[in-house]
């Protein structure tokens, strides 16, 4: 996981500035091993348990050369000492310890969880909207995702298992009809300059001279949007975006012109 918590139900983003500024290098967030070796600790901000934080310095001080140390936080599996609370019920049962393929339509059997995620959606909408169309690195009309936001609300999609307060962009994006980008525009992000060279570069009907995804030439043509393929491995999670054009009205003429994957971060909605 890539939060951290201080108090259950608090939710932190994990770096190297934030969790020094949370903790000030105290008891029982730092302490030295038997071996002298340094281990960092705090909270799971969902269930409350402890958790370990790997790589806080080697990631700080590795990512510009190899790019391959990560820094994440992950479940102790056992109490820790200063730390008061250990249950392992709660930690099995935590979206942040074995997270649920996202795809996966079972219902959570906790109601107050759902309700939960419902009101962080209707409250921080606005700014969901903005992380989406960050996500996607198009600037998707207001129309749109109005739509989209009554879709998956009207599915009660905030009730599957495989959703929680971290990942509701992606659940958004996944639980989707394909959306059409035709004539919006590109959204300043890191993804908009992927879309951009890839729809100019692979695209048979589309291109953005400038930001706007317009035609080529006259005709029946369409380019949509959409998530699938939701993968874990170790402690990252990974969607993947395709773009795609058609000709016509069926499958027939259809082209996948992008399949971007997706590292999955954690979002914090108050």
């Given amino acids: 996981m ?23 290098h105290e008891f029982p967030y730092y302490r030295t091993n038997k071996d002298n070796r340094l281990s960092l600790y705090a909270l799971c901000p ?10 806080l310095y080697g990631e700080e001080m590795m990512q510009n050369v190899t790019h391959k140390i990560t820094l994440y936080a992950k479940h102790t599996g056992r109490a820790v000492e200063g730390f008061y609370y250990w249950n392992e019920a709660g930690m099995k049962n935590c979206s942040l310890y074995n ?5 996966n ?48 609300m009207d599915s009660h999609a905030y009730s599957y298992k495989a959703v929680n307060k971290y990942n509701i962009p992606y659940a958004m994006l996944r639980y989707q009809e394909a959306i059409s980008i035709y004539n919006t525009f590109l959204f300043d992000s890191e993804m908009s300059e992927i879309v951009k060279n890839k729809i100019n570069g692979n695209s048979e009907y589309f291109e953005i001279p400038d930001k706007e995804i ?6 029946y043509y369409n380019i949509g949007i959409y998530f ?3 993968q874990k491995k170790e402690h990252k999670q990974y969607i993947h975006m395709i773009i795609y054009e058609v000709a016509g009205d069926g499958k027939a003429g ?17």
């Fill in 2 to 24: 890539d939060v951290f918590a201080i108090e259950k139900g608090k939710p932190l983003e994990l770096s190297v500035d934030e969790f020094e500024k949370q903790t000030c």
């Fill in 46 to 55: 969902e269930c409350g348990n402890p958790v370990q934080i790997i790589n």
């Fill in 99 to 103: 997270p649920s393929p996202l795809g």
């Fill in 105 to 152: 339509t079972e219902i959570r059997s906790k109601t107050e969880e759902s309700e939960k995620i419902k009101e962080i959606i209707e409250k921080n909408w606005r700014k969901i909207k903005q992380d989406i169309r960050g996500i996607v690195g198009v600037n998707l009309t207001n129309k749109v995702m109005d739509h989209m936001y009554q879709v998956f």
């Fill in 214 to 219: 317009v035609k080529k030439e006259s005709g």
């Fill in 228 to 230: 699938t393929k939701y």
């Fill in 254 to 270: 259809r082209k996948n012109i992008l399949e971007e994957k997706i590292e999955m971060k954690s979002w914090i909605y108050t």
